[in-house]
């Protein structure tokens, strides 16, 4: 029985351009480069997935809707939007404001780990645990079936917590792409107890270069 998770940030998107914060109204989809990025993703899936039964789910801000969109419309797998795979669930008045406003207004001391950086934000343990669960619970849904998970540049991340077991704080830094492919394989039972061992078999690879490459945030 071999489980497969795609991890897929979001194609370039409006909101970091503009350099918003992209909540529920700040987000306005992706992109002339975004849309023509989701669609080679779309083309990628079509011939990755091959045989095996398969889903795609997304976090529901639009740019990952619309990136999960165009890997539906090419594979003909209908998408299912979990709020568990959003980024950041900041507080509605930060939504729309621009980063420089965001931290200056709402910034608090002493924010890390188990402490919300900004005041009304969750904290990244609190992101890490949301977004474990999302990813542990689709597995289990799915076992020994192929997931394409769109998200965002967290999802990807945090899939190292939830696969990988690594601690809440990693040691190291990671940079995932826009519309870059992340993928995770296991033959044991996704959810088993103890955890199943996860194999890492590609990160950050993007459909039109075939390899990794980096982009900030």
């Known amino acids: 029985m071999r489980t497969r998770l795609f991890f897929v940030r979001h194609g370039d998107s409006l909101h970091k351009r503009d350099g918003v914060v992209g909540g529920p109204k700040g987000c306005r989809g992706l992109t002339d480069t975004g849309r023509e990025q989701a669609a080679l993703l779309g083309q990628q899936f079509s011939s990755d997935i091959g045989s095996d039964k398969a889903s795609v789910y997304s976090s529901p801000l ?9 890997i539906s ?54 992101m890490v645990t949301r977004t474990s669960r999302a990813i542990i619970d689709i597995a289990h849904r799915h076992r020994g079936e192929a997931v394409i998970i769109v998200g965002h ?20 830094d990671l940079k995932v792409s826009p519309a870059s492919i992340t993928e995770w394989v296991t033959d044991q039972d996704p959810t088993q107890w103890p955890p199943p061992r996860w194999t890492l078999t590609r990160f950050n690879e993007t459909p039109a270069s075939g390899g990794g490459t980096p982009a900030p945030g």
Request: hydrophobic fraction near 35%; glycine fraction near 10%.
């Open 73 to 126: 419309k090419a594979s003909g797998l209908p998408s299912t939007q979990d709020c568990g795979l959003c980024t950041w669930h900041t507080p509605p008045e930060a939504d729309g404001l621009t980063h420089e406003e965001f931290f200056r207004r709402l910034d608090i001391e002493g924010g890390g780990i188990y402490r919300p950086f900004q005041e009304g934000n969750e904290t990244w343990a609190e």
């Open 62 to 70: 639009p740019r990952a809707v619309e990136t999960a969109a165009a």
């Open 153 to 172: 540049a967290e999802t990807v991340e945090i899939s190292f917590n939830a696969l990988g077991l690594l601690p809440v704080y990693r040691s190291f």
